[in-house]
């Protein structure tokens, strides 16, 4: 929290109660909560740098290798008190130095000379609390979700309790919401949260036209339950689960049938199912007891990751490939980082290194390698029926031991690691083993049912944080894969504990909780504010929701609204993916070049963006240049940015100027009147009508096109080509209010 120890100093100076820096030293209120924030890190049970544990009494008397650490009474005999007040301990870091503020000193040298009382039986646990350095188990994330009050504000502002949440920290910081959006600006806003597509001006004008005082309420159930629903959301969970055709690496070689995962998740979001399924499916599909084709497909997000097929040490990669498992499920489930206690103790969260092996022992019996669709055999083979997925089995119900490794080298074990859930959640444990002549080891099972346990505190906190971030552009943790100390803390703590409530309410429903966001009167707030410019002196970052955010079209919704505008967009789901014709230069890179990819047929290239074949080493530039996520790890929220190359592309991608030219015959097979054609050309760009300054500058930009395109065999249609152009480079068209 501090950049340096005298700002700790002063910090400290303040918080420390004022009785211990009188002399009167209680320890747990003042002496523990140092001796877990500054020395437990390396005189811990299992680290006890030169000999010293320092987690209860009788180790505290026994001392280290340079003898005893303290003289209960006399503080001037104390090896403790004296190395702490040379500054000597904790050791410097990185060449800066650890020691602690004169006010803990002062706490150390009372309590040793009130006779360095220790209570009974206490033991010190470096995680039991949150300091100002690292989080413990009662941080705010790992508490249980708790049932709250909606707040009592002014009923006629808000449209649901969302509402009267948002309402209520409002109030209290003296600010007032934006005005509701206008129709079309709401219109466009919804279709793109909901379905990835811009509506078109016949919706437009038929949704503004409605006067029914449930119009919009209507159009939102109306869009959950068409297909491009599952479409649009599909996209932020492959990208949450580092989704990719191919492995990456040298070879980059394909993933045969990993597309089947993706629309499997289409169909799951597009069905409802039910969260703590989607859960469990993914994770042991092939452990249920109604195991099917459906959930061994859904297995394959364990399959996802990067494979390098020669890796300089076999026996180190499975710890790599373990590494990408824990990661991914835990970043994409738990929101915790917990990879990093793969070789110590979680610097920043209540994760030792023994909870990173336990969580990573449920996949030691898999597929580290690639292994063909028989190892899915067995008594249900009838029943699966279909053998080509891409899922993950046990090979044996009694793999090898797994054990922890110092500094994460497998040259070096430790301790066995039984399989068990995190230590952090008080409803962890050690697994079960499987029944006899079971086929697998039922780790993943109990893993994801652990996961997706309503006493889990953080599952449904993290999911309705990842809706809401699509939703309203930033998550009430803006950090949606770090729920840690190092993350965001929440802007509103109380609305997310009551939505993640009324999601575990409505049988993990998610469609509920879209509904819920969607029909608040914090979602139809305007982007603009009359008063933004002092609000945004206050909060910038719009931590309170005074107003909606502007957000820049994502690299798959601004392909796609191309396509869709130029008339041409097939809505054909599902299958195989398509490979977009790639630019001699974005080739050069591959070590076969040319003769190493071959693009799809032009008619094939015409689905939307979601069927994009993604191959690691050659990602779609124009995708990657409006900000694409990153393939090799878990992406909760992609960067965005705001680039030359951006507009570059846009002016310049032949795709671009083939849209152009498909909407400039459409525009000109639809009306052959100059003037329409210009009304026309804006209504299916921008799904309005020019204005009238729009309108005369339009005729008057094809008049001039078409006389310096009068070389071109057909000048007409360039000229009309060379508007549409513009209008594809409008922000108007690639950002959302």
């Known amino acids: 929290m501090f950049g340096n120890w005298r700002w700790r100093t002063l910090a400290v100076a303040l918080i420390l109660p004022a009785a211990a820096r009188a002399g009167e030293v209680d320890f747990e209120r003042d002496v523990a909560p140092v001796l877990i924030r500054r020395c437990l890190e390396c005189h811990g049970e299992r680290t006890a740098a030169g000999g010293l544990v320092l987690t209860n009494g009788p180790h505290l008397a026994q001392g280290g290798d340079s003898g005893p650490a303290i003289a209960p009474g006399d503080v001037a005999a104390n090896l403790l008190i004296e190395r702490?007040?040379?500054?000597?301990?904790?050791?410097?870091?990185?060449?800066?130095?650890?020691?602690?503020?004169?006010?803990?000193?002062?706490?150390?040298?009372?309590?040793?000379?009130?006779?360095?009382?220790?209570?009974?039986?206490?033991?010190?646990d470096p995680y039991e609390r949150t300091t100002d350095v690292r989080a413990g188990r009662d941080f705010w994330s790992l508490q249980p979700v708790r049932n709250v009050?909606?707040?009592?504000?002014?009923?006629?502002?808000?449209m649901n309790p969302i509402d009267a949440f948002i309402l209520a920290r409002l109030e209290q910081e003296g600010f007032q919401s934006s005005p509701q959006a206008d129709r079309r600006t709401l219109m466009r806003r919804l279709y793109y949260d909901v379905i990835g597509l811009p509506p078109s001006f016949e919706e437009i004008e038929a949704f503004v036209a409605d006067p029914a005082p449930d119009a919009y309420e209507r159009l939102v159930d109306k869009l959950l339950e068409r297909?491009?629903?599952?479409?649009?959301?599909?996209?932020?969970?492959?990208?949450?689960?580092?989704?990719?055709?191919?492995?990456?690496?040298?070879?980059?070689?394909?993933?045969?049938?990993?597309?089947?995962?993706?629309?499997?998740?289409?169909?799951?979001?597009?069905?409802?199912?039910?969260?703590d399924r989607f859960i469990v499916e993914q994770i042991a599909g092939d452990e249920l007891p109604d195991r099917s084709t459906r959930t061994l497909i859904a297995t394959?997000?364990?399959?996802?990751?990067?494979?390098?097929?020669e890796p300089n040490d076999p026996q180190d990669y499975k710890y790599e490939r373990l590494e990408d498992l824990v990661d991914v499920t835990s970043s994409a489930f738990l929101g915790i980082t917990a990879k990093c206690a793969r070789c110590h103790d979680h610097k920043f969260d209540p994760i030792p290194q023994v909870d990173y092996y336990r969580f990573a022992a449920a996949f030691w019996a898999g597929p580290i390698e690639p292994r063909d669709a028989g190892l899915l055999g067995g008594p249900s083979d009838d029943e699966i029926g279909e053998k080509e997925v891409l899922a993950w089995t046990d090979l044996t119900a009694s793999p090898t031991p797994l054990h922890l490794l110092k500094n994460g080298d497998r040259n070096q074990p430790l301790d066995e690691a039984k399989p068990a859930a995190p230590s952090f959640a008080a409803h962890s444990g050690e697994f079960t083993a499987p029944d006899d002549g079971a086929k697998t080891t039922r780790r993943r099972l109990q893993l994801a049912q652990w996961i997706a346990s309503r006493e889990n505190p953080l599952t449904a906190r993290v999911i309705v944080n990842r809706l809401w971030q699509e939703h309203f552009g930033a998550g009430l943790v803006r950090s949606p894969n770090n729920f840690g100390f190092t993350g965001d803390r929440p802007t509103h703590p109380e609305l997310l504990d009551w939505l993640a409530t009324q999601l575990m309410a409505s049988g993990w429903r998610l469609k509920a909780i879209h509904r819920l966001m969607l029909t608040s009167n914090t979602y139809r707030q305007a982007s603009l504010h009359p008063q933004a410019d002092e609000y945004n002196t206050r909060d910038s970052g719009n931590k309170f929701w005074w107003r909606a955010e502007r957000r820049r079209?994502?690299?798959?919704?601004?392909?796609?609204?191309?396509?869709?505008?130029?008339?041409?967009?097939?809505?054909?789901?599902?299958?195989?993916?398509?490979r977009p014709t790639m630019s001699p230069e974005a080739l050069e890179g591959l070590s076969r070049k040319g003769a190493a990819y071959a693009a799809s047929p032009p008619e094939e290239q015409r689905r939307r963006s979601l069927y994009i074949f993604a191959q690691r080493s050659l990602l779609t530039p124009l995708l990657t240049t409006f900000d694409f996520s990153d393939t090799t790890l878990s992406c909760g929220r992609r960067d965005v940015t705001i680039v030359?190359?951006?507009?570059?592309?846009?002016?310049?991608?032949?795709?671009?100027?083939?849209?152009?030219?498909?909407?400039?015959?459409?525009?000109?097979?639809?009306?052959?009147?100059?003037?329409?054609r210009v009304a026309t050309a804006w209504r299916f760009a921008l799904g309005r009508n020019p204005t009238d300054s729009e309108q005369a500058a339009s005729l008057q930009h094809v008049e001039s096109q078409r006389t310096r395109f009068a070389d071109q065999p057909s000048p007409d249609e360039a000229a009309w080509a060379s508007l549409c152009h513009v209008l594809l480079n409008l922000n108007e068209l690639a950002y959302v209010d």
Do not use: C
């Open 644 to 676: 030359a190359p951006q507009a570059l592309a846009l002016l310049n991608d032949p795709f671009v100027h083939e849209r152009s030219h498909a909407l400039a015959r459409r525009v000109t097979s639809a009306e052959s009147d100059p003037a329409k």
């Open 300 to 309: 394959g997000m364990l399959r996802l990751g990067t494979w390098n097929d």
């Open 227 to 275: 297909p491009e629903f599952g479409e649009r959301w599909a996209r932020h969970w492959l990208d949450v689960v580092r989704y990719a055709d191919t492995s990456g690496y040298e070879r980059d070689q394909e993933k045969p049938f990993a597309w089947k995962y993706r629309d499997w998740v289409v169909d799951a979001i597009n069905d409802d199912l039910p969260y």
């Open 553 to 578: 079209l994502d690299a798959e919704a601004l392909r796609d609204t191309l396509l869709f505008v130029s008339g041409e967009l097939d809505p054909r789901r599902g299958g195989p993916g398509f």
């Open 84 to 124: 702490v007040s040379a500054g000597e301990m904790p050791p410097e870091k990185k060449g800066r130095s650890q020691r602690l503020p004169d006010e803990e000193i002062e706490v150390l040298r009372n309590w040793v000379a009130g006779g360095a009382v220790w209570p009974e039986g206490r033991v010190l």
């Open 149 to 158: 009050d909606v707040p009592a504000v002014d009923a006629a502002r808000t």
